[in-house]
C-alpha cells in the first residue's frame, strides 16, 4: 500500500500518552480541490484527520498516528466523551460530493478497496476491537451522519476478514 505523506496539516494536539485503540470512518461533502485546504488547516475551520482516501484510490497521511487529529468534534461512545475519543482515535476521511440529501454518491470500488486495506493495516496494527471501529455518525449522529450510503456492515466484515 503506497501513502502519500508529501501534505501535513497544522490542526493537531498531542496524544497526553494515550495509546490508539479507536478508529473513526468520515466522508466529506466534497471534492479533493475543496477538502484538501480544509484539512491541512488553510482555512479558518479547524479540523484535520489523519488519512485522506481520495475517489481514485490515492491515499494521503496529513498526520503522523503519533498526534491526535481533529476529527470528531463533539461527540461519544460507549461513555467516553470528546477528548477521550480525539486521544484514542485515528480518523480517515473519504473524498465524497454525498450530503446524505442533495447527494447520494457511492464510493468507487478503488476507493472503497483502499480504504478496507488502511483499515485493515491500523485495526491489526494498533489491534483495535470491533466496538472502537465505528463511523462519525456513530460517535455524533446528533450532528453528523457520514459517511452515508456506506455500506457499513460488509466494509466491517471486509476488514476485519
Given at each position: 500500500m503506497n501513502i502519500d505523506t508529501s501534505l501535513h496539516s497544522v490542526n493537531y494536539s498531542p496524544r497526553n500518552g494515550a495509546s490508539i485503540s479507536m478508529l473513526v470512518i468520515h466522508s466529506t461533502e466534497g471534492t479533493r480541490k475543496s477538502d484538501i485546504p480544509i484539512l491541512l488547516g488553510q482555512t479558518p475551520?479547524?479540523?484535520?484527520?489523519?488519512?485522506?482516501?481520495?475517489?481514485?484510490?490515492?491515499?494521503?497521511?496529513?498526520?503522523?498516528?503519533?498526534?491526535?487529529?481533529?476529527?470528531?468534534?463533539?461527540?461519544?461512545?460507549?461513555?467516553?466523551?470528546?477528548?477521550?475519543i480525539q486521544e484514542h482515535s485515528l480518523g480517515i476521511e473519504m473524498e465524497s460530493l454525498n450530503t446524505g440529501s442533495v447527494y447520494k454518491q457511492r464510493q468507487p470500488d478503488i476507493q472503497y478497496n483502499a480504504v478496507v486495506e488502511l483499515s485493515r493495516m491500523l485495526v491489526r496494527k494498533y489491534a483495535i476491537q470491533q466496538a472502537y471501529f465505528v463511523r462519525h455518525k456513530d460517535i455524533a449522529p446528533s450532528r453528523k451522519s457520514d459517511p452515508s450510503f456506506f455500506p457499513w456492515l460488509e466494509f466491517r466484515d471486509d476488514v476485519y476478514r
Open positions: 475551520r479547524k479540523v484535520s484527520v489523519h488519512y485522506y482516501v481520495q475517489r481514485d484510490g490515492v491515499i494521503y497521511q496529513f498526520l503522523p498516528d503519533t498526534v491526535s487529529a481533529w476529527h470528531a468534534g463533539a461527540s461519544n461512545w460507549l461513555g467516553h466523551g470528546s477528548i477521550w
